[in-house]
């Protein structure tokens, strides 16, 4: 796995924030350099719309969990969390206050806060 930490607003190896860590492996993997938009605090409750705004572009294609798209996620209420599929069932994601961490979509912690799967097209 990765060796990362957590940054606000990071798009930079080794420093990410979840969103930045999506845009490093998308470009990895897919050789594609997503849409990009910032935010300083991660915290900030507009962060929301920032992410909605960015998964509702148009270049976004909702689709069914697979390696290789994004996962948006809700946090403490808000769509403002990210993961990159890894396979079918986990995902990697960065949290502040942590590293990086691989997780299953069909956890108790992440199942129910699952908003969709989206490809850049």
Known sequence: MMECKYKANGREYPYFDCYGLCKYLYK?????????????????????HYFV???NNTKWTRVKPQKGVIVGLRVNGRISHCGYMVS????????KNSGVARAK?????????????????
């Open 28 to 48: 990895k993997e897919h050789n594609i350099d997503i849409i990009d938009f910032d935010y300083k605090d991660p915290d900030d409750p507009k962060n929301e």
């Open 53 to 55: 705004d960015a998964m």
């Open 88 to 95: 079918d069932t986990e995902f990697l994601h960065i949290m």
């Open 105 to 121: 979509i069909n956890s108790p912690k992440w199942k129910n806060r699952i908003v969709g799967f989206y490809r850049y097209d």
